[in-house]
């Protein structure tokens, strides 16, 4: 029989929907089951791109033995993580609590009261390193359950007791200052790898949000050194396997500390963040390279992650077909010589392998190499090498495609927005402009209701059942204040104000300032989640600040300003010790120390040449979080347009920040200076 799946939106409970084990979805009826049947939950958490994921699901969860002790024993609970990001976190709190580390796919035990007391992430077929088989777990827990209650839920008590416990410690309500900023630098210079570009060792993420900060930092201070780690990452980043050299985009993370072998699923949230970076870096520097891998991004998101709605999709697997029928990862981007001269002839072939540096033992596995551009001598023939790429991507075209994750997650859609937006505005490509209105205007005709309450997801044009978390409404309201900026629409900064309005009244705590990652009004699970330290995307608390801090540069909302503050204390308290993990909270709080400046275009229309020029100028002005607003004189779409006269008919800029104004120009390189250009 078909298992409660079969109507989820969620691609990866959709691929657990013919199993044999009777999954239910998570939901208040799984745990009444479980107390009706006095019997423990199983709950697997996992996502749709994860390869572990897919093994332990064809080991384990397709398998008809394994199947029926689940079913006779347990009520098997399946969750996607990217779904219920709640969940997840409540949970890998606990599992990382218990075990010292965590991972996908996430196995739990819990009593019907969702208390957790066993805990564990891949379990394998048979016994294997130490690991015990999954359904010697399920024989062991069914075992406790049954002979040791008592035990049981004592642990399980303990547990929940023992998270309560752990909190956060908040500073004092105040954004950092100098010092911390300093310290936090410091801290970042100490863990940098100077060979190979990134920090610490391998597995290596791409650090996108510390980058930010080293960007902003250097623009706000000149510290060389900043704009030189920043630099640097991102050259080996962009010259490493971990970016798709024909195709644009970036895998999830390198598995060495030399960026050579990726993890090779590519998701929105990498995409959308580095997309961003390399044109922030393009903007500080001029450099080709980053100008280069920031479109290349931005058409791969537009290309191969926009859905049929217009909004973009989470994510592709690492695994695909080898041409054998075989699921095996990264087939569709790993390359041998022989592939290279099949498609190329010998003479190209011997050319594409040097500039790719594939050879015949491989970096990968079975002698085959990730195409990436190590450093090396001489001068290669540009024409002759476009060639060769085109080649290879029409032959790369025909291999079985990965899958992909059609699920649009309002937060990663709302970062995706924000780099669409100033990509497409820096770089004169009103194509990646209009695909950021497309997914803006999905997200407000599909995921938010009347009360401006957003649906974390949707699929196919349907909303999905869960409830958006403070990263929703965060990322989101980042994305439409860009797309603001760009467009000179101010109905952008309205629906991120009423977005902000949900965050103040329902996601922050009136005294301290802290915020949650679910709602007041949320459902009610063991803990309320809240985590002020990026993951692989910025914290919700972070990104709220940065929100909250841009929203009252536009309108001089004051609760907004307050907000921000409060929440920037955490970043006061955390940014000395680890930096790297606070990445975007120490970005804002260069956007706070520097006011941030509020930049006013007005001009006689909005396509008016001189109008689009200082538009322009001010997008292009490196001062951290400075927002923009365009309009004609007494435009009421923007407050800061309000009584702002043309200057002797001529468009006018200007600038203010923390109370003081300079004086208006209607001279380019005059606001250049003004905005950090």
């Not at 015990?132 to 399920?138: A, C, G, M």
């Amino acid at each position: 029989m078909p298992n409660r799946l079969a109507h989820e939106t969620s691609p990866y409970l959709l691929q657990h929907a013919d199993n044999p084990v009777d999954w239910w979805p998570w939901s208040a009826e799984a745990f009444e089951e479980a107390r009706k049947r006095n019997v423990p939950v199983l709950l697997s958490v996992g996502y749709s791109s994860c390869h572990w994921c897919h093994v332990m699901a064809h080991e384990s969860f397709e398998d008809q033995e394994t199947a029926d002790l689940l079913n006779a024993h347990f009520v098997s609970v399946k969750v996607d993580r990217e779904e219920r990001p709640d969940v997840d976190a409540v949970y890998m709190e606990a599992v990382q609590a218990a075990t010292g580390h965590g991972g996908w796919p996430m196995t739990v035990f819990l009593t019907p009261d969702a208390e957790p007391f066993y805990f564990g992430t891949y379990f394998p077929p048979a016994p294997r390193q130490g690991m015990p088989s999954f359904r010697q777990v399920l024989q062991g827990v069914h075992s406790a359950w049954t002979d040791r209650r008592e035990e049981v839920t004592d642990v399980a008590g303990k547990i929940v007791r023992d998270l309560a416990e752990r909190e956060i410690s908040y500073g004092d309500s105040q954004a950092p200052g100098e010092e911390q900023l300093s310290a936090a630098l410091l801290g970042l210079t100490r863990e940098y790898d100077p060979q190979r570009g990134g920090f610490a060792g391998a597995p290596k993420f791409p650090p996108s949000m510390v980058i930010e900060f080293l960007l902003r930092h250097h623009a706000r201070t000149g510290a060389e050194g900043a704009l030189q780690m920043a630099q640097d990452t991102c050259e080996r980043m962009a010259r490493g396997g971990i970016y798709d050299q024909l195709g644009g985009g970036f895998a999830r993370y390198s598995v060495d500390r030399d960026w050579i072998v990726p993890h090779f699923e590519k998701m929105l949230y990498d995409n959308a963040l580095l997309c961003r970076v390399y044109a922030h870096l393009w903007r500080s520097t001029g450099s080709e390279l980053a100008r280069r891998v920031a479109l290349e991004t931005a058409d791969f998101m537009v290309r191969e992650l926009r859905t049929a709605e217009g909004g973009f999709a989470s994510a592709l697997d690492a695994d695909s077909d080898d041409g054998t029928g075989r699921h095996v990862e990264g087939a569709y981007y790993v390359w041998t010589p022989e592939q290279l001269t099949e498609v190329l002839g010998e003479e190209d072939a011997e050319l594409a392998a040097q500039y790719f540096g594939v050879t015949e033992e491989g970096t990968f596995e079975h002698g085959s190499s990730v195409l990436q551009l190590p450093q090396q001598e001489g001068v290669f023939d540009a024409g002759r090498i476009d060639s060769v790429k085109a080649r290879l991507l029409d032959a790369r075209a025909a291999r079985p495609a990965p899958g992909r994750d059609d699920k649009v997650v309002a937060a990663w859609n709302g970062l995706a927005i924000a780099a669409l937006a100033e990509t497409g505005a820096y770089f004169d490509r009103p194509d990646l402009v209009e695909a950021a209105v497309t997914a803006a205007d999905l997200l407000v005709r599909l995921h938010l209701d009347e009360q401006a309450r957003l649906s974390r997801t949707s699929k196919d044009g349907r909303a999905g059942a869960n409830a958006g978390v403070l990263e929703d409404y965060a990322d989101v309201a980042e994305g439409f204040l860009a797309l603001a900026s760009v467009t000179g629409e101010g109905v952008w900064l309205e629906f991120a104000g009423f977005l902000l309005d949900h965050v103040l009244a329902r996601f922050a705590d009136p005294d301290s300032g802290a915020l949650h990652d679910t709602a007041a009004d949320a459902e009610k699970l063991i803990r309320r989640p809240q985590d002020p330290t990026d993951n692989a995307t910025p914290s919700g608390w972070t990104a709220a600040a940065a929100a909250l801090l841009g929203y009252a540069a536009h309108t001089g909302a004051e609760p907004h300003r307050v907000a921000a503050e409060k929440a920037l204390g955490v970043v006061k308290a955390l940014g000395p010790r680890v930096p790297r993990f606070i990445g975007w909270g120490l970005a804002v709080a260069e956007a706070f120390l520097d006011g941030p400046r509020e930049i006013a275009i007005v001009g006689p229309g909005l396509d008016d040449e001189g109008t689009r020029a200082l538009h322009r100028t001010a997008l292009l002005g490196t001062a951290p979080g400075a927002v923009v607003a365009l309009g004609t004189p007494g435009s009421d779409e923007f407050p800061l347009l309000a009584d702002r006269p043309l200057s002797g008919g001529e468009p006018t800029a200007y600038v203010c920040r923390n109370f003081t104004c300079d004086a208006p120009t209607t001279d380019e390189d005059r606001l250049r200076t003004q905005v950090g250009g």
